[in-house]
């Protein structure tokens, strides 16, 4: 799997957006990028998916360089309900099952 | 969205005895199911892949004869724990594929298990 690389944790402001970075330089050209989160003592959530266009849907944003090799989580207006781990995965070609790195802590402030 | 329960939540149990943990696909089915384990402060790990009709396929490393997986029906996948000890104290997480193709299907994750073995 392409190795991704996130921050460990990042802060923001309730009501403001939520700018998540994830580096993907090894991505291969149909290997799809994935975000999940995890609310403590929780299973994952799916949030977003994509492949080389931006993406939107009801809960975030996926902004994908041109080259690829890094792409851009965005919540709109984060809330408390937000506080959680995000992961960052590219998708292995022919490979369903998902490799989770680290991901990001992301703390929202009040 | 798609909803994939475990049962039970939560489970106790004393070393060397066996316990079950079920994953169900509520309002899906699913062929294939995997089984994640995560421990404290950790990222999720997969341990296997539980295919219907078939063997499951475990990754390196995991014992397939302690964690024995049937995938019973097509919204049913069980992994059961064997002669559990200590270091098996865990939280497991299932999860189902479900949507596009088998290269851009998004997996839903059940809510997960968490083990204490005393």
């Known amino acids: 799997d392409a190795k991704t690389t996130q921050p460990p944790s990042m802060d923001c402001a309730e009501g403001r957006a939520a700018n998540l970075p994830c580096n993907h330089s090894t991505i291969s050209g149909n290997e799809y990028v994935y975000w999940y989160r995890q609310i403590h003592s929780q299973g994952p959530q799916y949030i977003i998916h994509?492949?080389?266009n931006n993406e939107t849907n009801e809960m975030a944003s996926l902004i994908i360089t041109e080259d690829r090799k890094s792409s851009t989580l965005i919540l709109p207006h984060a809330t408390l309900r937000d506080t959680a781990v995000y992961y960052c995965i590219v998708r292995a070609t022919g490979r369903r099952a998902l490799t989770f790195g680290s991901g990001t802590r992301l703390q929202v402030q009040p | 969205g798609a909803v994939v329960s475990q049962h039970p939540s939560w489970v106790i149990c004393k070393s060397g005895t066996s316990v079950k943990i079920e994953c169900r696909s509520l309002?899906?089915?699913?062929?294939?199911m995997f089984w994640y384990r995560q421990f404290p402060k950790q990222s999720l790990m997969l341990m296997a892949t539980s295919n219907e009709g078939s063997k499951a396929t475990y990754e390196q490393g995991v014992e397939k004869d302690k964690f024995l997986i049937n995938h019973a029906s097509l919204t049913l996948s069980t992994l059961t724990v064997t002669s559990a000890h200590p270091e098996d104290s865990s939280f497991y997480i299932c999860s189902a594929p479900l949507g596009g193709t088998t290269r851009t299907d998004t997996q839903y994750f059940g809510p997960g298990t968490r083990l204490t073995v005393l």
């Open positions: 994509g492949l080389k």
């Open positions: 309002d899906f089915q699913a062929t294939t």
